[in-house]
């Protein structure tokens, strides 16, 4: 009689563990979701999300970059513990992972879509990822099963495949799923359903499009990633024929679109000022059209979740590896520790425990993630994660104790954009970085100048700010056992 009750107890236990449904974007920056207050776009599923949980309006990453970014959301720990610092290390997948753990703990786990981490994912019991960036159309796909080659617009295969996914199980055990897209990553291809889009609209531009950088700091001057100089014409601008990859019947709808506007700028040959805003909005809106595809995503993951009675026991999370420039600062890309990269998005459903409609300001970072899904699911984090569980936040409370500080390296230099290496830390106030390979440092006031323009760093009013803040990098650089190499060669 007894161990019949527990093991009913034990069933209801592990029927009551939420699933967990991770939605993973590349380089969406939050300034591009209507819930966060955009004025280019609108995105009504995200929105939804929005409306239905909770939206971090301070969301970070440790390291602007795709790969290294996924390493850190798997580990729970910061590059350098990781061994991830830039793209194009293989991943070490030996190592321990969250997915790992939630399967040791009865969950049931699986990946679809972008991985990027060049080893095959482990962890999993299913996965299905594209080869390496992944096109937008007609995707190569690996699964354990070997390799598949897809006809289609890559956004509605990964959310297809998710769905077919859910749909397929059979298991009873709670299930932990990140769908991950390879949108709106480079060169932004837009998806045969909303190529059209934006047409004939003019796209607000950003305050800074057209910031030069010429009395500022020598990397930012001269890195690669401006709107002015740094579009390659054919793909990122779309000039010429359409991509190779494309079939004929998309080639044909490409062409269509791309084909009369072309002729314009052939004919027109803009120059100047005027080049810089016919780029922007070129860019702009190809990106956004991206966009509208992940946000027609997001609303059809919600709608079966609904129509299949899995929303009320599921958790669904909205996060991108990093943020980008939206023409911000003259520049498109992500790297720098700048404000729009560093942010990411991050919207969490967790229906009975977040407040509807809810937000907080409390500063969370992707370090944070894999510590919040093991506590969702009820499984201990390992002591050696670096993070801070966000499931306090969720459940509505303010710790006092909440992080002040958050700790930022990049290490990708030289490499494509050419931006330097660079480490920092922010607070809710200032901003220290640190381009540890020059000597060189940046001071920022967010709450006077929150896009970065006047480095104070030099300016003897803030020299007991700047002395505070280097006092915090070193902390925070022994606290994440970053402190032995060169961007820990300074004197506090
Ligand atoms: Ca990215």
Redesign the pocket.
């Known amino acids: 009689m007894l161990t019949s009750l527990a093991a009913a107890a034990a069933i209801t236990g592990a029927q009551a563990r939420p699933n967990i449904i991770f939605i993973f974007t590349?380089?969406h920056a939050s300034h591009a979701i209507s819930a966060y207050g955009s004025v280019i776009n609108q995105t009504p599923h995200l929105d939804r999300l929005a409306d239905d949980g909770m939206l971090f309006e301070n969301a970070f990453v440790t390291n602007s970059?795709?790969a290294p970014?996924r390493a850190v959301i798997l580990t729970g720990k910061h590059s350098h513990i990781n061994g991830h610092e830039r793209n194009g290390r293989i991943f070490n997948g030996a190592q321990q992972t969250f997915p790992k753990i939630l399967r040791k703990n009865g969950y049931e786990t699986a990946v679809i879509g972008k991985w990027h981490l060049r080893s095959d994912p482990t962890g999993f019991d299913h996965y299905d990822v594209l080869l390496g960036q992944g096109p937008y159309y007609n995707p190569v796909m690996k699964s354990k099963e070997g390799q598949k080659k897809h006809t289609g617009y890559t956004t509605h295969i990964i959310t297809e495949k998710t769905i077919d996914w859910l749909d397929a199980r059979e298991s009873d055990k709670p299930f932990m799923l990140m769908m991950q897209h390879k949108a709106p990553?480079r060169e932004w291809e837009p998806g045969p359903d909303h190529i059209g889009k934006f047409e004939g609209e003019t796209i607000p531009e950003p305050p800074d499009l057209f910031e030069t950088w010429e009395d500022r700091n020598f990397y930012a001057v001269n890195n690669e990633m401006s709107i002015r100089k740094h579009f390659r014409m054919w793909r990122d601008l779309k000039l010429g024929e359409a991509p190779p990859s494309l079939n004929e019947e998309q080639a044909k709808l490409w062409n269509q679109h791309y084909g009369p506007r072309n002729a314009w700028y052939e004919t027109h040959k803009p120059q100047g000022d005027e080049l810089i805003r016919w780029m922007y909005q070129r860019y702009i809106k190809d990106y956004l059209r991206c966009v509208q595809s992940v946000d027609d995503s997001v609303g059809q993951v919600m709608d079966y979740l609904e129509e299949n009675g899995l929303d009320e026991n599921t958790i669904v999370i909205y996060n991108?590896?990093?943020g980008f420039y939206l023409g911000d600062y003259g520049w498109y890309d992500?790297r720098w520790m700048y404000e729009p990269s560093m942010r990411s998005p991050l919207i969490v459903k967790w229906p009975g425990v977040t407040e509807a409609g809810s937000r907080t300001d409390l500063m969370a970072q992707n370090l944070d993630l894999a510590q919040t899904f093991l506590e969702m699911a009820g499984a201990d984090a390992p002591n050696d994660m670096q993070g801070e569980s966000l499931v306090p936040v969720l459940r509505g409370s303010e710790p006092d104790d909440w992080r002040g500080t958050l700790y930022y390296h990049y290490y990708e230099y030289p490499a494509v954009h050419m931006v330097p290496k660079h480490c920092g830390v922010r607070t809710d106030r200032f901003k220290l970085i640190f381009y540890y390979e020059s000597n060189e440092w940046e001071l920022y006031d967010l709450k006077n100048d929150p896009r970065e323009k006047t480095n104070l760093y030099a300016d003897p009013t803030w020299s007991g700010i700047a002395q505070n803040m280097k006092r915090l990098l070193k902390a925070e650089q022994i606290k994440y056992e970053d402190h032995k190499g060169p961007q820990a060669n300074f004197v506090v």
């Open positions: 590349d380089d970059i795709c970014s990553h991108s590896d990093q992500k």
